[in-house]
Structure formats: C-alpha cells, structure tokens
C-alpha cells in the first residue's frame, strides 16, 4: 500500500499489488474505543484543529480509532462506485494447548477487493454514512453514477 496524493481527496490509498476480487487488502487498525468514547474524542479533535477524525464503527458499541495510532487504510477514500467493501471478521483466541473453547473473540476491520484490481490504483470504499438533514457532506469521486453527496 502507498499513500499519495489523490484527485478524489486529500491522501488516498493505493495498492502497490494487483489484487483479485473477494481477496483481502488491508486491515483497518487504531485504538478500540467504546462509542460514547469516540463521540468526545471527534468533538476533541475538531477543536484542537487536528485535521482529520479517523473513526471507524466496529458494532453498536465499539470503534476503531485510527486518529492518532492506525495505519494507511485511515486514507481511504469514499466513491459511489467503490472497488472494495469492508467486512468485521470474528478471530478466535485459545488456550495454549487448544483444546478447551475459545477464551476471547477479537473483531478486526478488513477491506476485500470488490472487484479486481490493479496495481497503482486507488483502493476506494462506500462510506454508508447515514443522511443527516441538515448537514449534506459533498462527494467528489467523479464516479458516473456519482450521487454529489456521501450521506
């Protein structure tokens, strides 16, 4: 993965391998945080100026902040035709001879091909924010089925 520039917006992501569809990219990573956590931490770092809130839902009560401590898949960038999708995988922590149930079940973000893609592309994601009234968020992607809004 390379981060540069992108004519979507900002820094994107881009693969520095060909990837096939269904095949996993990257995992999202940052702190894992409860939600009422990460809604005091966006207000925090909107008034520091911080330039970027970097949050991403794991379920209802948990996210995964990549604002601070993350990786490049915080660079990704929304399009109305995406050509990944993100899916939460379930990893089964054991014992250390494996032989009674599962003591822990970790959540993980991960970003899968959608449709294959080729080296030096950008990785881009359908962010579903939900629709706010009063708040239209502007989409950029220049998609052609382009909606001119990401919520």
């Known amino acids: 993965m390379r981060v540069k520039k992108s ?14 569809k269904d095949e996993m990219i990257v995992e999202y990573t940052g702190e894992v945080i409860r939600s009422v ?10 008034k ?10 794991l379920d209802k009560d948990y996210i995964v902040d990549s604002s601070r401590k993350g990786n490049v898949a915080r660079f ?7 050509n990944s ?10 014992d250390e001879d494996k032989s009674r149930a599962p003591l822990h079940m970790t959540k993980k973000i991960v970003f899968v ?6 080296e ?7 962010y579903n924010f939900a629709l706010e009234d009063d ?4 989409c950029n992607c220049g998609a052609p089925n382009c909606k001119g809004r990401m919520n």
């Not at 956590?37 to 925090?44: P, S």
């Not at 708040?135 to 502007?138: G, L, M, P, Y």
């Open 7 to 20: 004519s979507i917006h900002g820094w994107g992501i881009f693969v520095m391998k060909d990837f096939r």
């Open 37 to 46: 956590v990460g809604d005091r931490r966006e207000k925090a770092y909107e």
């Open 48 to 57: 520091s100026g911080l330039g970027g809130c970097y949050m991403f839902r």
């Open 76 to 82: 990704t960038n929304h399009s109305c035709d995406p």
């Open 85 to 94: 999708y993100v899916k939460v995988v379930v990893i089964n922590g054991h």
């Open 113 to 118: 091909a959608k449709k294959n893609l080729r």
């Open 120 to 126: 030096g592309e950008e990785m881009l994601y359908d």
């Open 135 to 138: 708040n239209e968020i502007a």
